[in-house]
């Protein structure tokens, strides 16, 4: 481990959950991994950590020894400006990868940073290329993580340079919504925990905190959503939606084969 570049994650010593009892796996990289090869891939996963909230996972310009899934928790994926504005790109949620880029061995290209307590399932960068290499069904899951991400980002870009401060907000907190149902199966639900701060919104959308503020009373005085103690009620999911132009089919991560 490089000597700054994971200081803040905590190896968990006992109770390492198993590939083959992994709560979310049909979400992450090893999907479409066959049971009795889960005991081979799992040699790939040097260890499980823990990290506080607001702690940084690792850092823009500086190396990361690991990639990581997330197997609990929700975690921003950020870059920084000279001036030290932060643009977060994506919000990371269980089942999602963090650390990987064209080159695994370069420094980091962008930022992690916890936003709840969160426990990451790490895999050594250099032993990564071998793991695609053996098993194909891991480099297609990869690719389909990657795909369905690039679709996420390129949506939000575009709302970020198109529309309004409250079609924004609605399309960042309908994105959220509709993902977390999907991965923990609660279809009926209106409410799911939601740690971000209006800060982390407005990063997020491109807007100041006063701003997000506004628009977050806008939205509640509309009928549509609030958000109270880190709790996102969403009242009127199809009008949210239609109002941010969020397609819940975007969020769906769409096999290759």
Not at 72 to 83: E, I, M, Q
Not at 118 to 140: D, I, Q
Not at 200 to 216: E, F, M, S
Request: glycine share 4%.
């Amino acid at each position: 481990m490089s000597s700054d570049s994971h200081i803040h994650l905590i190896p968990i010593e006992h109770k390492q959950t198993a590939c083959t009892d992994c709560s979310i796996r049909r979400l992450a990289l090893f999907h479409g991994v066959d049971e009795k090869d889960l005991d081979w891939t799992q040699q790939y996963r040097s260890n499980q950590f823990t990290i506080a909230p607001r702690k940084e996972i690792y850092r823009e310009t500086q190396s990361s020894d690991y990639m990581f899934t997330v197997y609990h928790g929700w975690v921003a994926v950020y870059k920084t400006l000279d001036s030290g504005k932060r643009q977060i790109i994506r919000i990371a949620l269980p089942g999602d990868m963090l650390g990987f880029q064209p080159d695994l061995q370069a420094v980091m290209t962008h930022s992690a940073m916890a936003l709840s307590e969160t426990v990451l399932c790490g895999f050594p960068s250099k032993a990564m290329p071998e793991l695609l290499r053996k098993n194909l069904s891991v480099a297609r899951r990869l690719t389909e993580l990657n795909a369905r991400d690039m679709n996420i980002c390129q949506s939000r870009l575009l709302t970020i340079g198109q529309q309004s401060a409250i079609e924004r907000v609605a399309f960042f907190c309908s994105e959220l919504f509709h993902r977390i149902k999907m991965i923990y199966n609660h279809q009926q639900d209106t409410a799911i925990h939601f740690p971000l701060s209006q800060e982390d919104i407005g990063d997020a959308t491109g807007l100041t905190k006063i701003h997000v503020n506004r628009t977050l009373k806008t939205l509640r005085e509309m009928g549509l959503m609030e958000i109270s103690s880190k709790t996102l009620s969403i009242h009127d999911v199809n009008s949210l939606c239609e109002l941010g132009n969020f397609n819940p089919d975007s969020v769906k991560i769409h096999s290759l084969y």
